[in-house]
T-cell receptor
Framework: NAGVMQNPRHLVRRRGQEARLRCSPM?????VYWYRQLPEEGLKFMVY????????ESGMPKERFSAEFPKEGPSILRIQQVVRGDSAAYFC???????????FGAGTRLSVL | DAKTTQPPSMDCAEGRAANLPCNHS???????VYWYRQIHSQGPQYIIH???NNETNEMASLIITEDRKSSTLILPHATLRDTAVYYC???????????FGAGTILRVKS
């Protein structure tokens, strides 16, 4: 049973470009969470999605950031017009069921030049 | 979600038990104690969780005090690969986000 898959593992963008981060949850999981870890800082929750629905986006910046989890395919975290401050590790986690233990992927490291 | 307090760092000799404490004095009756760890910028790894009874799995044991205001994660025979940041988090079992604090940096030394 494959774990949470994130790609790409590393992403380099220039200021003003768009970044798309993908997350495939564990098989059978329908809950997806995105977290961000800025350099030398802790993990911060961004958004919680279930299939086709955003459940909690209280940690998402109001501008330039969006997330989706379509009926088919991976969850996508999209960052428009990236700035240097967006450079961070972005982790996705998935969960399911009553216990809803979150299992994390290896992350995508975004570097903005 | 309740806040937790952990020591910033601890050292442990290889092969010895590592005991990581966590205080959560404002925990609610329906909140569980979760432990995760993050090894050198990898994705966080789930270790164990519990409500009020002690729990054990292949990775660790979790001891929760009777008043549930504190807990201890025990790695029975620490190895160098257990060097990581360990996070204690409280949350309702089917809850939403995980709120990560600063955690405890555990250094296992040979």
């Amino acid at each position: 049973n494959a774990g949470v898959m994130q790609n790409p593992r590393h992403l380099v963008r220039r200021r003003g470009q768009e970044a798309r981060l993908r997350c495939s949850p564990m098989k059978g999981h329908s809950h997806v969470y995105w977290y961000r870890q800025l350099p030398e800082e802790g993990l911060k929750f961004m958004v919680y999605l279930q299939k086709e629905n955003i459940i909690d986006e209280s940690g998402m910046p109001k501008e330039r950031f969006s997330a989706e989890f379509p009926k088919e395919g991976p969850s996508i975290l999209r960052i428009q017009q990236v700035v240097r401050g967006d450079s961070a590790a972005y982790f996705c986690a998935s969960g399911q069921g009553a216990k809803n233990i979150q299992y994390f992927g290896a992350g995508t490291r975004l570097s903005v030049l | 979600d309740a806040k937790t307090t952990q020591p910033p760092s601890m050292d442990c000799a290889e092969g010895r038990a590592a005991n990581l404490p966590c205080n959560h004095s404002t925990i609610s009756g329906n909140e569980y104690v979760y432990w995760y760890r993050q090894i050198h910028s990898q994705g966080p790894q789930y270790i164990i969780h519990g409500l009020k009874n002690n729990e054990t799995n292949e990775m660790a044991s979790l001891i929760i005090t009777e008043d549930r205001k504190s807990s201890t994660l025990i790695l029975p025979h620490a190895t160098l690969r257990d060097t990581a940041v360990y996070y204690c988090i409280v949350r309702v079992e089917n809850g939403n986000k995980l709120v990560f604090g600063a955690g405890t940096i555990l250094r296992v030394k040979s």
